[in-house]
Nanobody
Framework: VQLQASGGGLVQPGGSLRFSCAASGSIFSIKAMAWYRQAPGQQRELVAVIASGGGTNYADSVKGRFSISRDSAKNTVYLRMNSLKPEDTAVYYC???????????????WGQGTLVTVSS
């Protein structure tokens, strides 16, 4: 299983960015997909998560600014980030909790990190 993320880059405060992350390989079902981030010197934290049923949850720091969505047919998760602040600067990682086969348990997989820098 591979998670391929795209997006990221340098943006000015108040700007917007959109990420996507596609899961591929042996996938029977995906329980949830999420975005995490890790700022320099800090622990990785959950940004947003979307469950298979469509339910979402967000970190308090991004509520009202970020939006997570999912295309189940494409095993792809998106993160739309608006009103970006310098404190949003971090490496962002996508995550998927999924089953590879009908008999396997749920495992977590990570995509490669993508850097977001919010600076004027």
């Amino acid at each position: 299983v591979q998670l391929q993320a795209s997006g990221g880059g340098l943006v000015q405060p108040g700007g917007s960015l959109r990420f996507s992350c596609a899961a591929s390989g042996s996938i029977f079902s995906i329980k949830a997909m999420a975005w995490y981030r890790q700022a320099p010197g800090q622990q990785r934290e959950l940004v947003a998560v979307i469950a298979s049923g469509g339910g979402t949850n967000y970190a308090d720091s991004v509520k009202g600014r970020f939006s997570i969505s999912r295309d189940s047919a494409k095993n792809t998760v998106y993160l739309r980030m608006n009103s970006l602040k310098p404190e949003d600067t971090a490496v962002y990682y996508c995550n998927a909790d999924l089953r590879e086969t009908i008999r396997s348990g749920v495992k977590g997989y990570w995509g490669q990190g993508t850097l977001v820098t919010v600076s004027s």
